[in-house]
Structure formats: C-alpha cells, structure tokens
T-cell receptor, first 112, second 111 residues
Framework: GDSVTQMEGPVTLSEEAFLTINCTYT??????LFWYVQYPGEGLQLLLK?????DKGSNKGFEATYRKETTSFHLEKGSVQVSDSAVYFC???????????FGTGTRLKVLA | DVKVTQSSRYLVKRTGEKVFLECVQD?????MFWYRQDPGLGLRLIYF???????EKGDIPEGYSVSREKKERFSLILESASTNQTSMYLC??????????FGPGTRLTVL
C-alpha cells in the first residue's frame, strides 16, 4: 500500500542554520504531497503542498519539490528561527481516494 | 477564519467508561476524519466520514465507533475506554483532497 517515510528526529539546529528534512513516498497512483507542521499544543496546519511532478511548494521560507524520479519531497529552509521549532509531517493523498497517509513526524528544535 | 473545534483539550476518564469526543467544522466540508497521534507512530486514521451518516473504517477502528448526524459534526465514541486508548485525538475536515484542516486535539488519559 501507499506509504510515507520521514527521517527520524529529533533534529536540533542553531538559529540561522540550514534545514533539510527528508521524505520519500511509495504510491500506486499519482499522489499530491504535503508538509504539515504542528506547533506545541496545537493541531496540524498545512505548511505547503505540491500536486504534480516538478512542482515546488513554498511558504514561510520553507520549500519542497515534488521529485517523481526519486519519489521524494524533502523539506528545506535556508535559515531557521527558534519559532520554527515544531513537529513536521510529510503526507500524501492519491487522486480518487479519501485517505491521507502521514509520515511519523520529525521534531525540530532550534536553539538561540 | 476557517475552524475545526474539538469539545475538550484535556480529558481524564476511567477504564470502562463510555467516552464521547466531539468535533465541529464551520467550512461546510464533506469529509471528516478522526486520527490518533502517538509518539513514534505519527497519525493513524481511526474512521472517516464522506457524508452525513456515511462512514468508513480507517487503519485502527477497533474499540471505536463514530457518528455523523449533521454535516458539521463528527463524533468519536469509545464504548468502553481502556488504558491503551490513552492518546492525543485529532479531528480534521476537508472537501477535495487539497488540504485537511485540523482541530487543536484532545489529549485523553484513561486511568
């Protein structure tokens, strides 16, 4: 079945460091790909998305590119801030289904 | 501002009690979902509903049931709570597979 694999955390970085969180997927159809973020004590909220190959999603300085050839959707940010400390979830949904598949989440901690 | 609300942020129940978790969305979304979130396991789908009175089992439906009598409201029911149901429960809604909107979560502890 469809699946999403994320790098395990926690990831600890200093402020202004470069961030990469790896995400790879397995899907039988043509999925849309998402990154969600969960700040402490809150539910998940959409960070960015991409619906077809080579699309780049971006928001709040974060970027991810839908790479069909490597089945990946890695999250990047050039300069992280303390306020980016959160749990990040990679997810997919295949067209024609209701079911979202989430990765296990990667906790990011940014130190001042 | 779009909103998904959950009836409680924190809940403590005893083993064997019947527990109701309520979720309400104000976006007229067709689809609603209940997940549980556990450390190291991410989000696991319990049930989802694609219309009023319609429901489908997710990956871990055992020990849970759901009710959707109105479009905006989706309830999760634990018929007889057990300690292994201690978890964070997240409700979400969406319409067309472009984005799920999540509530703030209910942290349930079963003693």
């Amino acid at each position: 079945g469809d699946s999403v694999t994320q790098m395990e955390g926690p990831v600890t970085l200093s402020e202004e460091a470069f961030l990469t969180i790896n995400c790879t997927y397995t899907a039988t159809g043509y999925p849309s790909l998402f990154w969600y973020v969960q700040y402490p004590g809150e539910g998940l909220q959409l960070l960015l998305k991409a619906t077809k190959a080579d699309d780049k999603g971006s928001n709040k300085g974060f970027e991810a590119t839908y790479r069909k050839e490597t089945t990946s959707f890695h999250l990047e940010k050039g300069s992280v801030q303390v306020s980016d400390s959160a749990v990040y979830f990679c997810a997919l949904i295949t067209v024609g289904t209701y079911k979202y598949i989430f990765g296990t989440g990667t906790r990011l901690k940014v130190l001042a | 501002d779009v909103k998904v609300t959950q009836s409680s942020r924190y809940l403590v129940k005893r083993t064997g009690e019947k527990v109701f978790l309520e979720c309400v969305q104000d976006m007229d979304h067709e689809n609603m979902f209940w997940y549980r979130q556990d450390p190291g396991l991410g989000l696991r789908l319990i049930y989802f509903s694609y219309d009023v009175k319609m429901k489908e089992k997710g990956d871990i439906p055992e020990g849970y049931s759901v009710s959707r009598e109105k479009k905006e409201r989706f309830s999760l029911i634990l018929e007889s709570a057990s300690t292994n149901q201690t978890s964070m429960y997240l409700c979400a809604s969406e319409t067309d597979g472009t984005e799920q909107f999540f509530g703030p979560g209910t942290r349930l502890t079963v003693l």
